[in-house]
Structure formats: C-alpha cells, structure tokens
C-alpha cells in the first residue's frame, strides 16, 4: 500500500510561480512511477506528467511542457511539481499518483494509488 498526500496547493496570479509536493508513505513508496494529473470543473481528469523510478525519465502534457517541471526526491519519498508562469487555464485539482511501471500511456486507470488533490487557482 502506499498512501499520497499533496499539499502546496493556492491562489496565485497568471505568470507566478507555485511548487506542488506529494508525500508518499509506504514500504516501497520510492519504487513506484509517479504521475501527476489535474482535473478543472466540469472537465475530466488530465494528464499532467510522470517521472520515472530513477528521475531520468520525465514526460509532460504539451499544455505544461516548458513551464512545469517534476522532480522526485526517494530519499524522502517525496515527489514534486514545480509549476512556472501559471496561467488561467491551470486551475484545476491537482493529483499525484503512482503506478508500479514506467509506460508513456497517460491513462489515468493505469495508477493504483492517489492523493487526495489539492487545489489551484491562477486568477488573470
């Protein structure tokens, strides 16, 4: 089992910058492939970006890519989102997730376990 907690969500204004954490618990926690998704009112859950076991994988959601940056810290357990020059359109909750194997599919039924969310809004 591995329990997510994100946390660091806010209101910021376009063009700000904001960090997104996950706390990951659990016996193995280090050894599972980390998403993040988001997922705005109305609309379905979206895939943000994911970070291999080693960190020397990443891929993002052209929407992100150039401006959100994901990092993970194993020693921690800890996964991060760095999230620069927000924009409107960002808001939305915000997921981390975790799947036990690397893949490029960004089906959100693929992750076995999930935070909570926290949520985000970037006001114009």
């Known amino acids: 089992q591995v329990q997510l907690v994100e946390t660091g969500g806010g209101l910021v204004q376009a063009g700000d910058s904001l960090r997104l954490s996950c706390a990951a618990s659990g016996r193995t926690a280090s050894s599972y492939v980390m998403g993040w998704f988001r997922q705005a009112p109305g609309k379905e859950r979206e895939f943000v970006g994911i970070?291999?076991?080693?960190?020397?994988?990443?891929s993002y959601a052209d929407s992100v890519k150039g401006r959100f940056v994901i990092s993970r810290d194993n020693a921690r357990n800890m996964v991060y989102l760095q999230m620069n020059s927000l924009k409107p359109e960002d808001t939305a909750v915000y997921y981390c997730?975790?799947?036990?194997?690397?893949?490029?599919?960004?089906?959100?039924?693929?992750?076995?376990?999930w935070g909570q969310g926290t949520q985000v809004t970037v006001s114009s």
């Open positions: 997730a975790a799947r036990p194997s690397y893949s490029s599919s960004r089906d959100s039924s693929e992750y076995d376990y």
């Open positions: 970070i291999a076991r080693s960190a020397l994988i990443r």
